[in-house]
C-alpha cells in the first residue's frame, strides 16, 4: 500500500526523540525506546482496490481477526487470546491486578523482574478497547470509582446502521481516562468513527502512538475488516479507509528492517470473504483470505506504547 509506504518513508525522515545519543561518526546509539517519528499523517485507503493487509512482509491475519472478535465480544482475559493463538496481550495486565498479586504471590513491590513474571501471568487485562466500546465506564472491580451505567457503544452503531445510516453521530471511544488506570495498555488507537455516503460506509479511526513497523499495520488490516462486518451488517458497500497517526514512530533498532521493507515491491491485495450478516455474531472463522502473496517475515520486535 503506497499510503503505508509513504507514511513509513517520510518518518525515516523524522525527528529523534530523547534518550539517544550519537558516536563521533553520527551513528545513531541504540537505547530502549528511542524512535525516529513525525507528528500527524493520514493513511487513506479505498477498499475497493482490496483489504489492507501488508504484502510487503507476511501479516498473521489468524491473529487479528481473533483479536478483533475479542474486542467487538468485550473480552478482558488474557487466556481468551491465548486460547485461539492470539499472543498479543501475552506481556500485558491490569496493574492494579498485577500490584495486588505480587503481593499476594510474595514479590517485593519494586522487584521489576518479579513485576515482569507476575504481569505475564496474571489474566486479566483490564477495561481495555471491547469493555470500553460495549460497556463504557461500566465498574470493573471493587475499587472502581466515578463510574456511570453501562453505554453500549458499539451495538447503538450497528442499530443506527440499519436504522439511519446518515446519522452523524456514529463514533465509539475506547478513550476513558476514570480507569486507564486499570487497562493494561492505555488505547493506542482510541476512537472510531463511521460515515456513510450514499451506499458506502466509510470508516475513519484515530491514535495517538503509532509503532508504525509493528502495530500500525495491523492496526489498519483491523480496522479494514471492522469496515467490512459493518458494511455486510448493514447491507452497504465499502468505501474508504482512513486513519488519523498522531505521534508516528520507528524505534531506532527497527530501522534497517524498516528500510528492506520499503525496497521490496508490493504484492496485488489480497479479498476477504465473510461467511455471515451479523457483526454481533461473527467469530474469527467466518472469513476467508484469498490472493494473498506476501513477501517473507520481518522480525520488529515488541515495543512500548
Known sequence: ??????????????????????????????????????????????????????????????????????????????????????????????PKQVKLNMAKWGYLFDDKEGQKEVMGETDDLGPIYGYQWSNFNKCYDEYDDGCVKNYDQFKDVCEKLRENPYDRRMVVSAWNPVQISRMALPPCHFAWNIVVYGNKLNLIWHQRSCDLMLGVPFNIASYGLLLLLLAKHANLEPGELVGTLNDCHIYVDQIDNAREQLSRTPHTLPSIHIQTDNILEWTNEDIQLEGYNPHPSLKFGLTVH
Not at 483489504?51 to 475479542?70: D, N, S, Y
Request: charged share 30%; proline share 3%; aromatic share 12%.
Open 1 to 94: 500500500m503506497k499510503a503505508y509506504q509513504d507514511i513509513v518513508r517520510e518518518t525515516l525522515n523524522g525527528e529523534y526523540k530523547h534518550p539517544v545519543r550519537f558516536n563521533e561518526d553520527d551513528d545513531v546509539v541504540e537505547l530502549d525506546n528511542s524512535t525516529i517519528g513525525i507528528f500527524a499523517a493520514v493513511f487513506r485507503h479505498n477498499m475497493s482496490e482490496g483489504f489492507p493487509l501488508l504484502t510487503t512482509k507476511r501479516m498473521p491475519l489468524k491473529t487479528i481477526a481473533v483479536e478483533l472478535e475479542g474486542f467487538i465480544k468485550g473480552i478482558t482475559s488474557k487466556k481468551w487470546y491465548q486460547e485461539r493463538d492470539c499472543k498479543i496481550w501475552n506481556e500485558w495486565a491490569n
